[in-house]
């Protein structure tokens, strides 16, 4: 696991889209298979890449796919996928037919196995385990990641891509990415900031497998975490 600590927020999504920039031009000949989390972190690094990045990305080169979504509309405003076609996606005219959103209109359950058996017939597998490039990770103030709160600990260990899950602070109905794709992408990120996860981050650093997030972090390939110095704290 490596740490990358920047001063604030806003420098550390730059460091991040550097990196994920910089990794792209490195290989001119491949294709990019890439999952993308939600949060107001992620989206002030939407907004930075939409204005800032959009002439040096190669995004035909890119894949977009996405972490976990909530089961709304795309078109509310809690949407992961609504949010970063909002941000991103339709500043720089990212082709459609790269782009593999999440349909939170549609049952958790059915859309959970819809999108299982579009991210295996898309991304390249490995022993049938779909394998991303890069997983963009969050980590809430509970240690949850990928919409997969504690408690919820068996999704890690599920044999689908993609299960239902419920947000157990409010009822919402999500899906969200499990364990297996989790663990075998070739660069699993998390991108955290802000004072209110400098205990996570510690745990994450420092503890056994006290959640999701700690989990995921512990057993995962390869793992780099994005921090600001308020996240870092501890």
Known sequence: ????????????????????????????GRTFYLAFSGGSTPSLMFDI???EYKEVTPWPRMRIYWVDERCVPA???ESNYGTMRRLLL???????????????ANSPEKEAEAYSARVRSTVPLRVDVPVF???????????HTSSIFPGQEHLLSSLHPY????????????VAMTG???FAARRLVFL???KSKADVVRDMLDSGDTGPAAYVAHHAEDVELFLDTQAAGQ
């Open 1 to 28: 696991m490596r740490s990358y600590i920047y001063p604030t927020a806003i420098e550390t999504a730059h460091a991040l889209i550097r990196s994920l920039v910089g990794m792209m031009n490195d290989e001119p």
């Open 49 to 51: 890449w939409a204005n």
């Open 75 to 77: 078109e509310d405003c």
């Open 90 to 104: 339709d500043k720089v005219e990212m082709p459609g037919e790269y782009v593999y959103p999440i349909c939170g």
């Open 133 to 143: 490039d890069v997983v963009l990770l969050g980590a809430g103030d509970d240690g």
């Open 163 to 174: 299960e239902a899950s419920v947000n157990p602070y409010n009822g919402q109905k999500r």
């Open 180 to 182: 297996s794709p989790l």
């Open 192 to 194: 955290i900031t802000g």
